[in-house]
């Protein structure tokens, strides 16, 4: 029993934090490397709300406003210029990646540090103690599905960002501001990654590179779920109990290359991986 | 130049410099050889990779393992060089099988470079006290070398390495990088195995890289998981963005510069120094795409353009062996039976069957969307059809890959110019021969051999008198050109053309009619041609296909078809063919 549990608040936080790096790959065709950089700047405003001694669900919305902020001012400076360029935009937001990481350095320190989390205590389930907060996670990930999901099927926002994931020149040609849509888009995609930090940070700590190991899974999850935000619940279902299942028998460092390891495999048999075409 | 003052800094180092930056500039040195690799694969190939950190890593772990575990003798040191080497090129090996498949997408081989060095660290850092675990290996016994010699020994490597990648990227073979890089389908096109020239760079690439990290092991005596990690790869890619990619040198000295002034900086500014790095990382990559290289040089050279002037080949005819390889030419030039193309649900081609004969110019006929692109797309490319079968000169391609069908006689000329724009016209024709004769590693060949119809075109054209001019400053038409003299220059014995004037003015199509006529005439090959313009057709042609919706409609001579009702419907946009109201 809880080994399902497991499985499946693993697969939430996967969507959490994938789901950013998902909606800037698919409008903008470019991976934002940046996005671990903004993992743990949502982390680091989690640390901010309990240095402040606010209310740790404050956090969450504290994590996404900062997220877009930044997103925004990135998106103008250095993106833009590289839409042309998708090898090059890999390469600048990492670098850029490397900065919040300085900078994160420069004002909160190096070391490994603790936030205080909205929930403690475990919950009775079915014969089985588990944490609150990982269950509740998984509201906050299905919460989060349905919010992109109503945003890009009901409102006309969403609808003119399927026309630039479908066909950019043709969304232009009709008088789709892209531009507009791919700066809104990177701004979101910002504050959901450092939501996703603001998440997962009470599960564990924060520290200045916290966001590259994450990164790294959360990218290959988008590789292997082509654009669509289905597939990656799917990619993050089927790898994450992957990861939980070798975890659990093998050990956990081969269980931390799960995710890798599949999804570079799925692609070179399956380049569409789980998306239908 | 760089040579010579190299030289000087190697030699007299140990004696002029502090220890501290005598230290440091033989770690920067191996940091070098590796960033040159990276260079070459990522600047020249278009290759990004993270991954040679990996086997810089492999490298200093076969020093470090068996020196701890099994002691230091010559033996042992002679063993866990080969020991690097060999694990490396394996390796390397089974990255480039998955990496660098017909077809894979450029991006697709980074993740691959990026998973890579995750893995060794991962398997290093769960090793326990077999590999030291997250603090690594120290401490153990090796080369009783003096650092003075350390020093020139590095140098040493570091020079051989540069003075290497330099003579291979200028060399006939070097080319093929940048061609690799500017238009891989079309070197595909042009009978070049690109999966097996990038796995075989790739395994050079990761030796030397083993190299440096068996070295780094032997001088400092130290070996940590970071040393294989995907950071350090980045790191390297980083270092080689700021000196410049594609220019050896630049990313020889952007490693130094930056590796040695982190050794100084890094302890009173530590966190300052990296932000610094990363900002100027991030400047250079949106701002000076080349780095800061090129921008020296024109400084140095006071603003004049630098540029070398490209050596130009003497053009001579090469003895023309075409179908070279092959058993005698078959029945048929190109057959095909019930070739049927499916997108999805969507039928783009329903069974078409054809043979031709050589001297035969056959043109392919009908409106947008008829599948007349995609039939030469099939006939071109094992892998793209469905079903039925194509056979070349008899030989059925079954599900080959763009370059063996070459190997039969097929010569593709696609409808947009695609050419090599940082190449010369001389480079591109060399690049095209490559499947024919074998280019030097290291040298330059003074003649190029070219088939008589190459010529030919060339001479027409007036590009033969542009040899040297890099192929982005010729016009349209000269582009249109220099694509046909290099599918030319392949020998083939079934060319196909699709719409090979489109864009040209009214003399150049006059010209580019001539030389086909006198192809299929003289020299007895067979064309397939895709084209709009029914006029040209009607001159040029012995012989029209006409497609509609996926399917052959009418097959005769020119006069046949021009004055059937039926083609008048086609275009005249009638209804469907079966439907019989037309």
């Known amino acids: ?277 | 130049m760089f040579g010579a003052a190299a030289l000087v800094l190697v030699v007299l180092g140990p004696y002029v410099l502090p220890d501290f930056m005598v230290n440091n500039l033989i770690r920067a040195f191996l940091y070098a050889a590796v960033a040159l690799t990276v260079d070459i694969l990522w600047g020249y190939t278009g290759i990004l990779t993270f991954g040679q950190s990996a086997f810089f890593g492999i490298g200093a772990y076969s020093a470090g393992l068996i020196f701890t575990h099994m002691g230091f003798t010559p033996e042992h040191a002679a063993l866990a060089f080969a020991a690097g080497i060999a694990v490396s090129v394996v390796v390397a090996m089974l990255v480039g099988w998955l990496a660098f498949y017909h077809g894979a997408s450029p991006l697709y081989a980074s993740v691959v470079t990026l998973v890579l060095p995750i893995i060794v660290a991962q398997i290093l850092y769960s090793g326990g006290t077999f590999t030291g675990s997250s603090s690594g290996l120290s401490g153990f016994d090796s080369f009783s070398i003096e650092i003075n010699t350390w020093f020139w020994i590095a140098g040493a490597f570091l020079i051989m390495v540069t003075a290497g990648a330099w003579l291979f990227v200028r060399s006939d073979a070097g080319r093929i990088l940048v061609a690799i890089r500017e238009n891989e389908s079309r070197c595909e096109y042009l009978g070049i195995n690109v999966s097996r020239v990038k796995i075989l760079l790739l395994m050079v690439s990761a030796v030397i890289a083993a190299i440096a990290g068996y070295a780094f092991a032997g001088v400092q005596m130290v070996v940590a998981p970071e040393y294989a990690g995907f950071v350090f790869g980045t790191e390297l890619v980083i270092w080689v963005a700021l000196g410049g990619r594609g220019t050896l040198i630049g990313p020889v000295i952007g490693t130094l510069l930056i590796d040695v002034s982190t050794a100084y900086l890094s302890g009173n500014l530590p966190f300052i120094w990296k932000l610094i790095i990363g900002l100027a990382f991030v400047v250079v990559i949106v701002a000076l795409p080349q780095g800061i290289a090129p921008l020296i040089k024109r400084v140095l050279s006071g603003g004049r353009d630098a540029r070398e002037q490209a050596e130009i080949p003497i053009l001579r005819p090469a003895i023309e062996a075409p179908l070279a390889g092959l058993a005698a030419a078959g029945q048929h030039a190109v057959a095909l039976q019930g070739v049927r193309k499916h997108f999805g649900s969507l039928q783009v081609l329903d069974g078409i069957d054809f043979n031709t004969r050589r001297g035969e110019l056959l043109s392919l006929v009908g409106p947008n969307g008829a599948g007349k692109t995609t039939l030469m797309r099939c006939i071109s490319d094992g892998g793209e059809r469905s079903s039925g079968s194509v056979l070349i000169n008899d030989h059925d391609i079954e599900r080959k890959p763009p370059y063996e069908c070459v190997a039969f006689g097929v010569g593709r000329k696609f409808q947009n110019a695609t050419t090599f724009d940082a190449l010369t016209v001389a480079e591109s024709l060399r690049i095209a021969r490559t499947r024919l004769e074998r280019p030097s590693l290291w040298t330059r060949a003074a003649e190029l051999d070219l088939p008589g119809a190459a010529l030919q075109v060339l001479q027409a054209t007036g590009l033969d008198q542009k040899l040297g001019i890099h192929v982005r400053h010729l016009s349209h038409g000269e582009k249109q050109a220099l694509e046909l003299a290099m599918v030319l220059a392949l020998e083939p014995s079934v060319l196909l053309l699709d719409e090979p004037t489109a864009g040209l003015t009214k003399p150049e199509r006059t010209l580019i009619g001539r030389i086909l006529m006198q192809l299929t005439g003289t020299h007895g090959l067979c064309i397939v041609l895709v084209e709009h313009d029914l006029d040209f057709v009607r001159e040029i042609s012995s012989r029209v296909i006409v497609l509609h919706q996926g399917r052959l409609v009418l097959d005769g001579s020119v006069a046949e078809v021009v004055e059937s009702e039926l083609v008048r419907t086609i275009y005249a946009g009638g209804g469907t063919m079966t439907g019989g109201h037309a």
């Open chain 1, 1 to 277: 029993m809880a080994q399902v549990l497991d499985i499946i608040t693993t697969a939430a936080i996967l969507y959490a934090v994938a789901a950013g790096l998902l909606i800037v790959f698919g409008v903008m065709k470019i991976i934002n490397f940046a996005h671990g950089g903004f993992l743990t700047v949502g982390g680091y405003s989690a640390l901010l709300v309990t240095r402040l001694g606010w209310n740790p669900w404050l956090s969450l919305p504290m994590a996404f406003a900062i997220g877009c902020v930044c997103g925004m001012i990135i998106e103008r400076l250095v993106v833009r210029p590289l839409y042309a360029r998708p090898l090059d935009a890999i390469l600048a937001t990492w670098g850029l990646g490397i900065i919040l990481g300085q900078v994160i350095t420069l004002a909160f320190g190096r070391e490994v540090q603790f936030v205080e989390s909205p929930m403690h205590g475990a919950i009775e389930l079915m014969s089985a103690s588990y944490s609150q907060y990982r269950l509740v996670l998984v509201l906050v990930a299905v919460m989060l599905a349905s919010v992109m999901g109503a945003v890009l099927n009901g409102t006309r926002l969403g609808l003119q960002t399927r026309a630039v994931i479908m066909n950019e020149n043709l969304a232009r040609g009709l008088g789709i501001n892209s531009g507009l849509v791919r700066f809104v888009t990177f701004s979101l995609g910002s504050g959901l990654a450092a939501l996703a930090g603001a998440l997962i940070t009470p599960l564990s700590s924060v520290d200045p590179n916290m966001g590259v190991p994450w990164l790294v899974n959360a990218f290959m999850l988008v590789l292997v779920s082509g654009m669509s935000l289905v597939s990656l619940a799917v990619a993050c279902a089927v790898l994450g109990g992957a990861q939980v299942l070798v975890s659990t028998y093998g050990n956990p460092i081969l269980g931390g290359l799960t995710i890798v390891v599949l999804a570079a495999l799925i692609l070179r048999f399956r380049p569409q991986g789980f998306a239908r075409e």
